[in-house]
């Protein structure tokens, strides 16, 4: 039985020249933030993400599948990484108690220490790299824009949507 293909809408050169500035950009803004929190914080941008997802929730702890979609993750690669916050004593993983199949990640003293110390320089480097660059009315078009991406892959990916950020 053949597979049917579909017809290939290709990118104009205006849509590529988005897609490509898109895709660099991110990849070196990325790299930026991270150099600068690992040369100031001795952390790199990924640990700092997951100690940011774990300070928003009230007990500064979280089931770890949910942590994982919530970094747009896998599980096992956000187990490696909890392997090493948990040996530079930054989070603890514990069951969860109201499903002992469960694993709970839990910030620490010394992560919350760390979350407070780098973030100033993680949002230094987000002003000055991004967000000043941008005009108020390009600010709330790209909040726009990649809110309703990250709505259509949660929902393709039956994940479950981000609250709302508003201001």
Known sequence: MAVEQKEVRWLSESEMVAWRSYIVATMRLRQRLHRELSERHDVTLADYEVLVCL??????????????????????????????????????????????????????????????????????????????????EEQRVLGQAFGRVLDHLSEIDGLPRLPPITS
């Open 55 to 136: 300070s928003l929730q009230p007990d500064r702890r979280m089931r770890m599948t949910e942590l994982a979609s919530m970094l747009g993750s896998t599980k096992s690669r956000l187990s490696h990484q909890m392997v090493r916050l948990e040996a530079d004593g930054l989070i603890r993983r514990t069951r969860d108690p109201a499903d002992k199949r469960g694993v709970v990640a839990e910030m620490t003293g010394s992560g919350a220490e760390l979350l407070e110390g780098a973030a100033p320089t993680h949002v230094e480097g987000v002003r000055e790299h991004l967000i000043d660059l941008l005009t108020p």
